[in-house]
């Protein structure tokens, strides 16, 4: 093969500007604020976070549908489909897990408050975060009771289709609920550090991800009062 | 390097086709009523598909024969019509091809899976296990009786789990190892599976269905030649799976009351 | 590049040896150590194929020390039928999962997506080291099972269920292996999520200036399409495997049915649905063949660019055809299973988008016939092996036209024309593919060129190779010969042994032509003649820096684009090709 052309010929740029038709996402890759200052974190453009986080919520909705599209064609092939009396609880956790979005959203604003400097204190805004966290624990630890309740009538994993079911989903959806914690944690802890290293795009995504539960908790209630 | 690349392209390619043209190896000749439309449809995308595969391999052997190695001064051409006509040649050429293939070849589809099976269509129960199938005849009372998988004891022939001593419809019920049928009579084949999913494959008929446990099936087919058949397992059931086979019976009715009856007398 | 602006990593540089090469987050390490997996994975199951060709036709010959692997499997070196069931189950879990997702999609991906598009690294570095750990913690679980005493699973790579799901008592392998097999594939799918999530919004969202999403490699388009595919499909994949695990180990009837007799035991189950599995598995399977085959089609079309010097016919077709691909093959999974007891009904709905998925094949196979028309064709390992993947393509894909037939599919369903299908067009195409992609960017990853006469070596033993073993496939199938079968022993299938023998031969003789390119690898990493920044003339990103490129790819700079991808023989221009990089002005068209 012919010879090795390292750099591109020299030529001058200016007039070519126009012809960068667009910019793809340019600009995105932009330096960041070195001292992690968060003002100037939360003003800069998306960031691969943004974009991120609803590719994983696509997979996790895609993953939920897997599981109904299941429950759907199990019901359809089962002789043994026996109504479940659901656990009273789950609508107290319900409450609980949607009442933890409302905090969460506070909380949302009085960090924004707090960092645009708008009133709000970082103990503010911290005591919002730190209930969400509460109340997602209690959400978690309210599952746990509902699947102690349904064992103490007889009903475990293998009984019939329906408690299989309501285990797996259940559980499933906790896993990711733990996720959501654990991103909340992260989120506290940054925003708790002495210069707050939080950007604005990881709260958002775990705000996202977090209210994502909520709605999928909802949607599964439905299943789980239609179909179980 | 171009030259050796297309000339072995073409011998790759007139190679492969030399033991299809022949027939060295075909399906064997077909024994159902149905399996002409199979045949015939297998023809007919044989001379697509071998068209297809001939003319691609043989233009990309000319192309690089022909564009490999050129002076640095050679002038780049474009492919006449462009993209824009290739795309109009892929849809209207392969178009025509599925339309022609996948629509009206669905014939033969629908005789095997659409039409229900005659009136007076003769119902065998064949059950597959690992690694055997058994088939059941009804027998003179042209009742089944019932299965009940907890009475299955592969010890005392009892393979199916009838209960003779309590179900009258049991009681004369042939079992057979051997899938006797007359010939040019329709029979109604039911599939069921004892434990995990087996399928029913015999290549003269031009018959295949699997049996899935827990969800029993019917095919139903009409033999037109005498002769002992083999029927196979194609759904992977296991560790026998290779030797699981059994053998499908054409006679002529006569032949098979007589082989009933001696079933039955067993 | 003056205005190429000062970039802020992501991370620092790597410290100490095992951030450096262990638990890297350097997009290019990461990539390497996916290429090295399924280098491991490739070479293992290629392997198990030849003792499964081997046991095939002679079935009573003793392999020497084969009885070292597994004692009961192999009692004095000679096969049971059931350890080449397990055998053929870990032949093409690896293949499929370790070789044709990992090679082509997540090694090369991982190594080129940033660096084609301009980025210092994937968009979240740790959930791209977290994803090649866990796809190498699945690999070790699924290679457990050769270790258990009663070895790998039977039950095939589709692991049909019931047989996957009622326990030890359907055979041997079924108890531990299985469950080794389904923890693997689950933690398989965990990674494959994290890595497409990475790939999506790596390419969404950290292109240079300039690169627009039409301005992206073919490649990098295809790189981005199958992580777009195997987002959804792994997604599926996933709760399909949990649920399975759940009806081994915790006793639910997921997949079940009552009343089967396994064994003379009476399982105690009731009411799953088998055809439940299948619809979940190959919702997944139908999807996973193109994320074997499009990365490969993505690394051919760009490498025969570069070899043809001019672009192809049209950039916006290919990846049109790239996308309506993908888009299809989410309503074809039923076509595995015609047979299978679903309603006859839909057997004819899922054939119908079958056949229109070769409507976008044969476009991409016209647009390279087309291409190649007029072109300046250099002949290197690379181009070879890219030209020798449209041939194994075309005749891979001519098959799929019986099989999207149901009628048809009634007579070839599982014998061996299904295996010589999909041989052909996702395992050997994909395959070169990943040979092609190898001797191309082979200098960039580790600075040195490959041998080129070893190269062609590989390539024409391999080429002629791979035709004897997988035409005679087709032949095979057409005369009924049933896949999965550890020996022969119906009637109909003894004359057929002749053949059975060349491709066992074949087989041999094809697989030893690979140890030629593994010298080459290993020889040429260490002494091969060391690589300019940009040995093919090139017009993409990854080779306007050094090769092997530094730690954070550009060197702190952020590169700018002015062109299309391929600016190859643009006529008055300074040289035969222009750098996506270069401010050149583009001469005016007349």
Known sequence: MATTVHEPPKIDPAPLQPSLGGNGGGGVNLPLARDGELRELMERPPEPVRTGIWVGLAAITMMFAAFTSALIVRQGSAVDWEHLALPRILYLNTAILLLSSLTLESARRKVASFVRGQGATRGQAMQVLASTLGLGLVFVAGQYVAWLQLRSKGLYIATNPNSSFFYVLTAVHAIHVLGGLGGLLLVTRRFARTVPTLRKSTLDAAAYYWHFMGILWVYLMFVLWLKL | MGKIFAVTLALIAILSAVPIVMNYWGPPEDISTHGHAIDEQMKDTMYEAGFSFLAAQFILGLFIWQYTGRKTGDKLKTFPGGAKGLVIAALVLVGTEILALGVIGQKAWASVYFAAPDKDAMTIQSQAGQFAFYFRYAGPDGKFGGMHPDKIDEGNQNFFGLDPENDVDARDDVISGELGVPVNRQVNLLLHSKDVGHSFYVRELRIQQDYVPGLDLAVHFTATKPGRYEIVCTQLCGLGHYNMKAYLNVMSQEDFDKWLKEKSGQ | ?590
Request: charged letters at 10%; glycine letters at 8%.
């Open chain 3, 1 to 590: 590049m003056s205005d190429a602006a000062a970039a802020v990593q992501h991370h620092g540089p790597p410290q100490g040896f095992l951030r450096k090469y262990v638990f890297s987050l350097d997009h290019k390490v990461i990539g390497k150590q996916y290429y090295g997996l399924a280098l491991v994975a490739v070479f293992t199951g290629m392997f198990l194929s030849w003792l499964m060709r081997f046991h095939l036709v002679w079935p009573n010959a003793a392999i020497p020390g084969l009885q070292w692997l597994s004692r009961v499997g192999a009692p004095g070196g000679v096969m049971t039928p059931e350890y080449y069931l397990s055998l053929l189950t870990m032949h093409g879990t690896l293949m499929v999962f370790f070789v044709l997702t990992n090679a082509p999609f997540a090694a090369f991906g991982n190594y080129f997506l940033p660096i084609q598009i301009g980025a210092e690294d994937m968009a979240f570095p740790r959930f791209n080291m977290m994803s090649f750990w866990t796809t190498f913690a699945a690999f070790l679980a699924l290679m457990t099972a050769f270790f258990i005493p009663d070895g790998p699973p039977i039950s095939g790579w589709t692991a049909y269920a019931p047989l996957s799901a009622v326990g030890p008592d359907a055979g041997p392998g079924l108890g531990w292996g299985q469950n080794c097999w389904a923890i693997s594939i689950a933690l398989f799918c965990v990674a494959s999520l994290l890595g497409s999530l990475n790939f999506i919004a790596t390419t969404l969202d950290l292109r240079a200036k300039g690169m627009t999403l039409m301005r992206m490699p073919i490649c990098t388009w295809a790189w981005f399409i199958t992580s777009c595919i195997a987002l959804l499909a792994f997604a599926v994949l996933l709760p399909a495997c949990l649920l399975l695990i759940l009806d081994r180990i915790a006793g639910t009837s997921f997949f079940i049915p009552a009343g089967l007799v396994v064994s003379d035991r009476l399982q105690p189950h009731a009411g799953g649905s088998p055809l439940l599995w299948q619809h979940l598995f190959w919702f997944f399977g139908h999807p996973e063949v193109y994320i074997a085959i499009l990365p490969a089609m993505g690394i051919v079309s760009h490498i025969l660019i570069n070899s043809m010097r001019k672009p192809l016919l049209s950039h916006k077709v290919v990846i049109g055809s790239m996308l309506s691909i993908g888009f299809l093959s989410y309503m074809v999974w039923g076509h595995h299973m015609f047979l299978s007891g679903m309603n006859p009904f839909s057997a004819l709905v899922f054939s119908f988008p079958t056949l229109i998925i070769t409507i976008p094949a044969t476009v991409l196979t016209l647009i390279w016939l087309g291409s190649l028309y007029g072109s300046n064709l250099q002949i290197t390992t690379a181009s070879l092996f890219s030209l020798g993947f449209i041939s194994m393509f075309v005749s891979g894909g001519v098959s799929g036209f019986f099989l999207a037939q149901p009628s048809i599919d009634i007579y070839l369903h599982a014998t061996y024309f299904v295996v010589g299908h999909f041989h052909l067009v996702m395992g050997v195409a994909a395959i070169f593919g990943i040979f092609a992609g190898t001797y191309f960017w082979f200098p960039k990853m580790t600075g040195r060129m490959m041998n080129e006469t070893l190269g062609k070596i590989h390539f024409w033993f391999t080429f002629v190779g791979a035709y004897c073993i997988f035409m005679p496939f087709h032949y095979l199938g057409l005369a009924g010969n049933v896949r999965r079968y550890s020996s022969f022993v119906d009637d109909f299938m003894a004359p057929l042994m002749p053949v059975h023998k060349f491709i066992t031969i074949a087989a041999l003789f094809t697989g030893a032509v690979q140890l030629v390119f593994l010298f080459n690898l290993i020889y040429s990493r260490f002494k091969g003649a060391p690589a300019p920044d940009n040995p093919w003339n090139a017009t993409s990103l990854e080779w306007t820096i050094p090769s092997p490129p530094p730690w954070d790819n550009f060197g702190g700079k952020h590169p700018v684009v002015y062109h299309d991808p391929y600016q190859y023989g643009v006529e008055g221009a300074s040289a035969d090709f222009i750098m996506q990089t270069s401010p050149e002005k583009l001469p005016e068209k007349s």
